[in-house]
């Protein structure tokens, strides 16, 4: 049973720090990159491998090319272990736990508070996709099968729908009926085509 509850959140305001230079610490950058260019982000990291680099190139991120500290947590809102030490990663874990900072273990479901999924965007449209920890390489099959799946053009559909919302004078149920009407109509027409 799946029981991970989805959230957007907004990297731009929250402090995250990044465990690790590596490969590992590379990808997760990636991750958080593509999806919020001005995230928040400091690493700590003895050796800083030559892709993190490329990726932090010109974004906003606080580097300390050192070994980690127990207080590189102050004021820290997400925290991902990833370095290829495991005992590291666990004492990082450890000391997030004892702060309630949730943190993500990189290749370690079980020590995870949360999971970085794919995730598909497409102008104002982002869907995230989970396997619960199961097959991240699933995960990125379907988040490439949705990219070809949505239209480039769905920004027009979603800023007609915002200005739509926006002429609605009914309470809230009704506003929600309505526009629950509208985009089941619109879904019946597009599956038509």
Do not use: W
Not at 133 to 151: D, N
Request: net charge positive.
């Amino acid at each position: 049973m799946n029981e991970l509850y989805p959230i957007f959140l907004k990297l731009d305001q929250l402090e995250i720090l990044v465990v690790g230079g590596g490969y590992v610490a590379a990808e997760k950058l990636g991750f958080i990159y593509k999806s919020s260019p001005r995230a928040r982000v400091t690493i700590v990291a003895d050796f800083i491998r030559p892709e993190v680099e490329e990726i932090i190139a010109g974004k906003p991120v606080n580097i300390m090319k050192r070994k980690y500290r127990r207080r590189d947590l102050r004021g820290k809102h997400i925290v991902i272990a990833a370095t290829n030490k495991l005992p590291v990663n666990y004492q990082v874990r450890s000391h997030c736990t004892r702060r309630n900072i949730i943190v993500n273990v990189a290749d370690d479901p079980e020590n995870c508070d949360f999971y970085m999924g794919g995730i598909v965007t497409k102008g104002n449209l982002k869907l995230g996709i989970s396997t619960n920890g199961k097959s991240p390489t699933l995960a990125k099959r379907l988040r490439q099968l949705f990219e070809q799946v949505f239209p480039e053009q769905i920004d027009g559909l979603l800023d007609n729908l915002e200005a739509y919302r926006a002429t609605l004078k009914q309470d809230f149920e009704e506003k929600v009926e309505t526009l629950n009407n509208l985009t089941e109509s619109l879904i019946k027409q597009n599956s038509n085509t």
